[in-house]
C-alpha cells in the first residue's frame, strides 16, 4: 500500500509565475528567425543555467558581451529588463495553493532561480514569501534540478519522507527525477489537470 501524500513540493517558474525570454524579445527583435537564433547561440538557455548556479548576473553578462560585443544591449537586456520575461501568474495555481494552504497540508518548493531574481521575483508575488514553509532555492544551493541533490537538500533540511510528498512541475526531466526518488510527481501543462490530480489524491478536502 502506498504511503498516503501529506506534503506538497511546488516548481515556482512556470508553474506558480511565467517566465518566458519571448516576452522580452518579441520586443527587442521583431524577426522571429533572428530572434530564434538569438535565445539559441547568445543568451542560450545553458548561459541563464549557470545563473541558476550561483553566477553572477553582471559576471554572466560580461562574460557574453565579451564574447558577442555587437549584441551587448541585447545581452543587457536579458539582466536589467528580466521582469518583462514575467507577465504574471500562471491562471489558477496560486489560487490551488492557496486552497492547499487553508487545507493545513505543509508546502514546500524547490526551484531553478538566480538568488537575486528570485529576491526580486517574491518582492513582485507576495505570496512566495509566504506560503511555504522552506523553499530550495538552486542559485543559493548551487545545485539545479534535475540534479537528485537539490531534491535531498529539501529531504535532509525539513525532515520529509520523499514517499509522503507530492511533487509537481513543468519539466518532465524534473518529474522524473522525484519519481526515481521515491515521490509521487505531477507533470504540470495547467492549473485544471493539476487540481484533477490534487483531487484524486484527496489533498483539496479540508
Known amino acids: 500500500m502506498e504511503d498516503p501524500i501529506t ?9 506558480l509565475i511565467e517566465w518566458n525570454p519571448e516576452y522580452l524579445y518579441r520586443q527587442l527583435i521583431p524577426e522571429a528567425r533572428e530572434r530564434k537564433r538569438f535565445l539559441e547561440t547568445v543568451c542560450t538557455a545553458e548561459w541563464n543555467l549557470q545563473q541558476d548556479l550561483g553566477r553572477p548576473w553582471p559576471e554572466a553578462v560580461a562574460l557574453l558581451t565579451g564574447q558577442h560585443p555587437d549584441k551587448a544591449d541585447l545581452i543587457e537586456a536579458y539582466y536589467t529588463r528580466w521582469h518583462d520575461m514575467v507577465p504574471g501568474e500562471i491562471p489558477g495555481t496560486p489560487d490551488l495553493l492557496t486552497t492547499l494552504g487553508k487545507t493545513g497540508i505543509p508546502l514546500y ?11 526580486e521575483a517574491q518582492d513582485r508575488f507576495p505570496f512566495l514569501k509566504t506560503s511555504f514553509l522552506d523553499i530550495v532555492v538552486s542559485g543559493d544551493e548551487r545545485l539545479a534540478k534535475p540534479d537528485p541533490r537539490i531534491y535531498e537538500v529539501l ?41 484533477a490530480d490534487l483531487d484524486r489524491l484527496g489533498l483539496m478536502a479540508g
Not at 518548493?109 to 529576491?119: D, M, P, R, V, Y
Not at 525532515?159 to 507533470?187: Q, Y
Open 7 to 15: 506534503t506538497v513540493v511546488f516548481d515556482i517558474g512556470n508553474v
Open 109 to 119: 518548493a524547490i526551484t531553478n532561480f538566480s538568488a537575486e531574481k528570485f529576491a
Open 155 to 195: 529531504f535532509e533540511r525539513n525532515a520529509l519522507v520523499p514517499s509522503s510528498c507530492l511533487f509537481i512541475d513543468d519539466s518532465a526531466a524534473n518529474v522524473e527525477t522525484a519519481r526515481e526518488l521515491g515521490m509521487t510527481a505531477h507533470h504540470f501543462q495547467g492549473a485544471d489537470g493539476l487540481r
